[in-house]
C-alpha cells in the first residue's frame, strides 16, 4: 500500500469527517481553508489520493468526492 504524507493524511480525514458529519463532501475551497492551502492545491492533492486509491473524484461535479480507503486503513497495516 502507498503510504500518505501526513498533509495527504490530514486532508482525507478531513474529507471523511466532513462527508460524515455533512452527508456530503466538502468543496476544495473548505478542504484549503481547514489545512491553509489554495484550491488548486487541494485539486492536486486529491489527484495524488485518486492515484493511490484512497478517493474517488469526480472534476465536473462539485463536492463529488468519494473515499475508498479511509486513513484508518493506512495505518492498520
Known amino acids: 500500500m502507498i503510504k500518505l504524507s501526513t498533509k495527504q493524511a490530514l486532508v482525507l480525514e478531513f ?3 466532513h462527508i460524515n458529519e455533512n452527508g456530503y463532501a466538502p468543496t476544495y ?3 484549503g481553508n481547514m489545512i ?3 484550491p488548486n ?3 492536486r492533492m486529491m489527484m495524488i489520493l485518486e492515484e ?3 478517493v474517488k473524484t469526480e ?3 462539485a ?3 468519494k473515499v475508498l480507503k479511509g486513513v484508518q ?3 492498520s497495516n
Open 52 to 54: 493511490k486509491g484512497y
Open 73 to 75: 486503513n493506512d495505518f
Open 59 to 61: 472534476m465536473s461535479k
Open 63 to 65: 463536492r463529488a468526492i
Open 15 to 17: 474529507v471523511e469527517w
Open 29 to 31: 475551497q473548505e478542504i
Open 36 to 38: 491553509g492551502i489554495q
Open 41 to 43: 492545491s487541494v485539486h
